[in-house]
């Protein structure tokens, strides 16, 4: 992949984010067009909530990691002559 493709992955993937906020997110924290719930929320909630995304988020990691090494596994099985 050149720069370019990666730098527009990266691009594609922020635009998602965006997105993200504009839509579902701001249906669940937007309180005014310039308020966002997570900006009048006591500290120890934004913990809480910040401490349950990392799980979730390496729940995710583990899974695409035994998901990519199955697939590596399969693509070795069909084609080793290849990888």
């Keep these: ?5 990666l730098a527009a992955g990266i691009a594609h993937t922020i635009s998602n984010v965006e997105k993200r906020i504009m839509g579902i997110g701001a249906s669940q924290y937007e309180i005014t067009p310039d308020k966002q719930k997570i900006e009048i ?12 995304e990392l799980d979730d988020l390496l729940a995710y ?23």
């Design 61 to 83: 990691i583990a899974v695409i990691r035994i998901r990519t090494s199955r697939l590596r596994s399969l693509m070795n099985d069909k084609w080793p002559e290849r990888l």
């Design 41 to 52: 929320m006591p500290i120890h909630e934004v913990f809480d909530m910040a401490l349950e």
């Design 1 to 5: 992949m050149t720069s370019e493709e």
